[in-house]
Structure formats: structure tokens, C-alpha cells
């Protein structure tokens, strides 16, 4: 049986930051001023507001009637459901893109990476990359590096935040088939065999690399572009 998987993706610099304030509730405004670099307080409330805004259209209610708790490894999950049952999403953000991915009764997990070059990245690789991926990136023109760590590190990235432990997991933890990013060759035993979880690699923006991780191996991938709060704020683009 086929289930649909929706990703959602954003503009930050396109939103109105004062208006996406007032979806924002007491708590998570007190969270935004924790930020000291206002830039970093805006993008809080950027992206919190539209993943709200978001979610609103599947459960019928105001965004500002959405509320949030935190799994064991403080994963996101919406209030009045258990963690990785009914509506499950997953956020990244990177720069001024924004990605929502939603699904149901599944485990799920999504990053996408703008390339940046100024990065260490044979120092990330020795930290975070399995010896077979190390030595496949290393194999690799220096001027195929930069795109292909990024590929490799969403899918990593898409996993361990699939299993709700995000990035504390390790992501040597993990291991792509690096010739194949969209097959998983092992995994901790804790979360089964790696054929039974799928990997969705993205084709977005050019400069940046994205996947999507699930355990639901049948589901079907719609993609939308999110323009706002307002009607017909959702144009489906694949």
C-alpha cells in the first residue's frame, strides 16, 4: 500500500517576520529571545511559524492552536500523540531554505545542507565518515568533494535524525553504499536490518544537497513549495 510522504519547501527571506510572530506561543517567543545574534532569533521564528502554519492545514485547526513536546532525545512531536505515531514531521533548515517533510505512523527524517566550502571537510570526514566512505571520498576528484560530502552527509544526517537520536547517535554509525546513496549498508542493531529503511535523496536548489530517511518502504513522495500564510499558500511542484 502506497502512503504519501509531503515535503514542504520554504523561502525564509520571503516570510514576514512580525507576522510570523504572532502564530508563535508565550513559550516559544521566551525561546527566540535566547538567542543573542538577532539573525539567529529571526530565523527561530521564521521557520517555527511556518512549520506551525504547515501543520495547521493537516490537523483543521489555527496554527497557533499547535503545540509541541519533546521525545527522550528531544525530537519534536506534536502535543497529545506519542512520538512516531498519527502525523509525524520532521524539519532542516539551512541558510534561508527551509524543509518540512510529514508523513503518518512512521519514523522519519530529513536534512538538507547548503555546500560550503569553507568547511573542514577531511576533518568531518575522518570524524564521521565509515572507512569504505572515507575511502570512496578521498577517491574523488577534488572538485567533485564538496557536493558529494554533503550528499553523503544528508543521508547520514536523515537517519539518525529518523531514529530520533539525531546527531548524538554518530553519524559513523551509519553507513551509505557511497556509489548508491539511496541504499543504507549498515546500521546499529537497536533499529533493525538497514534494507528496511529507505532513503529518498532531494534535488533542490542548486548549491545544496537533501534526503529524506524513512522505515515506511512504500510511501510516495508529493513536493510543495510553501509562499505564505494565506490561501492557496501550497503550489505542488513534483
Not at 492552536?65 to 512531536?77: P, S
Not at 546500521?187 to 548549491?207: F, N, Q
Request: proline letters at 1%; a neutral charge; one cysteine or more.
Amino acid at each position: 500500500m502506497l502512503h504519501d510522504l509531503d515535503l514542504w519547501l520554504a523561502d525564509c527571506r520571503e516570510q514576514d517576520s512580525q507576522c510570523c510572530r504572532l502564530v508563535l506561543n508565550a513559550a516559544e517567543l521566551a525561546r527566540a529571545q535566547q538567542y543573542k545574534h538577532d539573525k539567529l532569533r529571526q530565523r527561530f521564528i521564521i521557520t517555527r511559524a511556518i512549520l506551525k502554519q504547515i501543520l495547521a492545514r493537516y490537523q483543521d485547526i489555527k496554527a497557533e492552536d499547535i503545540y509541541f513536546e519533546r521525545g527522550q532525545y528531544g525530537k519534536l512531536f506534536l502535543s497529545g500523540q506519542r512520538e512516531g505515531e498519527g502525523l509525524v514531521f520532521n524539519v532542516s533548515h539551512s541558510a534561508s531554505r527551509l524543509a518540512v517533510v510529514i508523513g503518518t505512523e512512521q519514523r522519519l527524517g530529513i536534512d538538507i545542507e547548503q555546500h560550503k566550502s569553507t568547511v573542514s571537510l577531511s576533518g568531518l570526514v575522518k570524524k564521521c565518515f565509515s572507512e569504505s566512505e572515507s575511502q570512496f571520498w578521498r577517491g574523488l576528484p577534488e572538485s567533485e568533494q564538496l557536493e558529494t560530502f554533503f550528499d553523503i552527509w544528508t543521508v547520514k544526517e536523515s537517519f539518525v535524525k529518523a531514529t530520533g537520536r539525531g546527531i548524538a547517535l554518530g553519524l559513523n554509525q551509519c553507513v551509505t553504499s557511497a556509489e548508491n546513496l539511496e541504499q543504507l549498508v549498515s546500521i546499529p542493531d537497536l533499529y533493525g536490518l538497514a534494507k528496511h529503511w529507505r532513503i529518498i535523496r532531494l534535488t533542490l536548489a542548486e548549491g545544496y544537497s537533501g534526503a529524506i530517511c524513512t522505515n515506511d518502504l512504500h510511501c510516495r513522495l508529493n513536493i510543495y513549495s510553501w509562499l505564505g500564510r494565506r490561501a492557496l499558500a501550497a503550489i505542488k511542484i513534483g
